[in-house]
């Protein structure tokens, strides 16, 4: 099997920058991270059907000089499904937004209670700088931003059913 | 009897169709949803009989022969998945029409939930006749779509946190299956499976480990296998009782399906069961683990979840007839069991107003039945006897005797000891939410629940609302399956082993989808 250099170099980048962008905390990179990482891998599909040929149209004749449709085939079926996903992840996000006004995942409540025990237990320790990270401070659940999430939640209703 | 085949997954798309067409009049919506997944129950069973008389049913769709078209295969294994998950899915589904129904959702527009749900049940149905692997991730993407749907349903904060979570984690896996089809493709140039299974055994060993270890983290993730695991706790329990029931009872086992398929037929080679074998002892530990320390009911139960899918991989990675026969015996022993659990904890939400152990009290002499519904179920699922758990945990702990390694007997060690450990949580639930008088709820003091703290996601108390017929009913409906099969243990266990034995060499399902060997010789 013979393998293009100008589709192989392509799919590193793209593999690498879409796993640095999947990493992040933020959503809308989340969904560029995801969107990198499914063009990837469909052009990894692509790179399996090996040399390129003219297109798979025979009358019986030798398949020499054809290209193997079956990657393509596959290829269809992942970006139809592809833009399905991020099409859904791009409402959840915009409604995560509209719910809370941050784009950026909530950190767990329970990596909280965990760091939060954990750095009672370790107090005579160095504090590491993570631990700012996860203020109790920052939580959505005080009162205050509860409530106005009910708000936005209740407008968002609202405005559905109208 | 071979048209039936396509029927499981046409049926709950074309029902899907017409339940969004008629998503304005809500009692036929519901009809269409019931006689779909009900036709889809019955057939199940009919082809279930079929294949039991030792014939594999194999479907070449479009009339394209196999390798180059998509073939639809269904042996025992399949149609046993089938019949249990079409029964499942019905029960789960008339247990939502009683709460809808008693909700009075008439007017709110929730009337995606019947057309997502058949369309769930497609992809499901899909993934357990595929013959070709890229027809397993067209239908794991059909279930998953419908998931994300059904998991969101109302877009409230909590269910769109943690559907982010649930996502992007399924994204994940599913582009590693992805990949991992790419890459097989590339090394053998097919994804049939049969023929892959003719075509892998010639690859190099390190490439087949490659390929065997992606596939295995593609559906090790989809089934919540240990260091996969951490979404499932985190996303099930706050989406709605029905969808967590169902998800809960057959999302994992799909990704269970598809680690026995591996296993058996694309990678028959013993050299991962090992490191299958660690892996299962990890998940039944940590997963129990997880499950002491909560306090709400449906989180517990996720834990438990996760901790039980050790079990099936224990079974798998034996690498034996008897531990794969075990293993899907528990399989549907567990798909029946953890449903009724979770529909159960529908019904103490409702009663309860919340699923938090530290509110929840006096339940028993509120709503003995209930109690009832809640107690079989969890002794079947601690594994009592006679209970069909205690039934499969011994299969399983035969097999691993059998083979009767030291890593065998340790896992044995574990499984009686994580066995034992899930009574707990269950025993603690039924005491303090069921046995504990109402009046003791406010200021209650025991060392069992001090280090005990709800999950700050759970949607807040809610008023106690009367259940409805079709609720206690579809639960009740889901207990006597359960029990059933402890009754029927007998030839459902026999059924298993059968199952188990056509997996064991690749030749039966080779030639089932290709034909007799002679004839593959050339292709």
Not at chain 2, 76 to 89: E, T
Not at chain 2, 383 to 402: C, V
Request: charged share 15%; proline share 5%; aromatic share 8%.
């Amino acid at each position: 099997m013979t393998v293009s250099l100008a589709l192989l170099i392509p799919m590193a980048v793209l593999y690498a920058c879409g796993v640095y962008l999947l990493l992040e905390k933020s959503m809308t990179r989340v969904i560029l991270g995801f969107l990198l990482i499914g063009n990837a891998t469909n052009i990894l599909l692509l790179i399996t059907a090996g040399r390129p040929g003219s297109a798979p149209i025979t009358d019986g004749a030798s398949p020499e000089p054809y290209s193997d449709p079956l990657p393509q085939a596959l290829i269809l079926t992942a970006i139809v499904i592809t833009f399905a996903v991020s099409a859904f992840l791009m409402a959840l996000v915009y409604r995560s937004w509209r719910l809370s006004r941050e784009d950026a995942l909530e950190p767990d409540a329970e990596d909280l209670a965990i760091s939060k025990r954990a750095g009672a237990a370790a107090e005579p320790l160095e504090r590491t700088q993570g631990d700012t990270d996860f203020d109790a401070e920052e939580s959505p659940l005080e009162p205050g931003a509860a409530a106005a999430d009910d708000e936005t939640a209740e407008a968002g209703r609202g405005g559905r059913t109208s | 009897m071979i048209s039936l085949v396509p029927l499981v997954v046409l049926l709950p798309l074309i029902g899907a169709a017409l339940a969004l067409l008629f998503s304005r009049r809500p009692r036929l919506q519901r009809a269409i949803t019931v006689v779909a997944l009900a036709a889809v129950a019955v057939i199940g069973i009919v082809l279930l009989v079929v294949v039991d008389t030792g014939e594999t049913l194999v479907m070449q769709v479009g009339g394209w022969p196999a390798p180059f078209g998509v073939s639809l295969v269904v042996d025992r294994l399949s149609a046993l998945m089938v019949s249990i998950s079409a029964l499942v899915l019905l029960a789960v589904l008339v247990f939502a029409i009683g709460q809808g129904l008693a909700d009075g959702d008439e007017e709110t527009p929730v009337s995606i939930y019947h057309p997502a749900y058949l369309v769930l049940a497609a992809g499901v149905f899909t993934a357990f006749i595929a013959g070709d692997l890229f027809n397993l991730y067209v239908g794991f993407e059909i279930l998953l779509v419908a998931s994300y749907v059904l998991l969101t349903l109302g877009g409230t904060e909590p269910r769109i946190r943690a559907g982010t979570t649930y996502i992007v984690v399924s994204l994940l896996s599913s582009l590693l299956f992805l990949a991992a089809i790419a890459m097989l493709y590339a090394s053998t140039g097919t994804v049939n499976i049969a023929q892959l299974s003719e075509r892998i055994a010639d690859l190099p060993t390190e490439v087949q480990t490659l390929l065997h270890v992606m596939l295995l983290m593609g559906f090790g993730i989809k089934a919540a296998v240990f260091p996969l695991s951490f979404w499932l706790p985190d996303s099930y329990p706050t989406a709605p009782a029905p969808v967590t029931a169902v998800f809960a009872g057959l999302l994992t086992k799909v990704g269970v399906y598809a680690i026995i398929r591996t296993e058996t037929i694309l990678f028959p080679s013993p050299e991962l069961n090992n490191a299958l074998l660690i892996v299962a002892l990890l998940t039944m530990v940590v997963g129990i683990l997880g499950a002491i320390a909560q306090a709400d009911i449906k989180r517990m139960l996720s834990f438990t979840l996760v901790s039980h899918i050790g079990y099936m991989v224990l079974g798998v990675g034996l690498g034996t007839a008897a531990g794969v026969a075990a293993a899907i015996f528990y399989t549907v022993h567990h798909i029946v069991v953890q449903t009724t659990l979770f529909l159960a904890t529908g019904l103490i939400e409702r009663r309860g107003g919340t699923t938090s152990i530290h509110s929840l009290g006096g339940l028993l002499k509120a709503s003995p039945v209930v109690g009832v519904l809640y107690f079989i179920p969890a002794l079947n699922l601690g594994g009592i006897p006679p209970f069909s758990g205690f039934l499969g945990k011994l299969g399983l702990l035969e097999a691993a005797a059998a083979v009767g390694t030291p890593l065998a007997y340790t896992l044995i060690g574990a499984a009686v000891v994580v066995s034992l450990l899930t009574l707990y949580p269950l025993a603690r639930t039924w005491n303090l939410a069921f046995w504990r008088p109402r009046s003791e709820v406010e200021n209650y003091e025991s060392t069992i629940t001090v280090e005990l703290h709800d999950d700050p996601w759970a949607g807040t108390t809610t008023a106690t609302r009367s259940l409805s017929g079709l609720m206690v009913g579809a639960t009740t409906a889901m207990v006597c399956v359960s029990v059933s099969i402890t009754l029927l243990a007998g030839p459902l266990y026999a059924l298993a082993t059968r199952a188990g034995t056509d997996l064991q060499g690749t030749e039966r399902y080779v030639t089932a989808v290709l034909g007799p060997a002679g004839e593959a010789g050339d292709r």
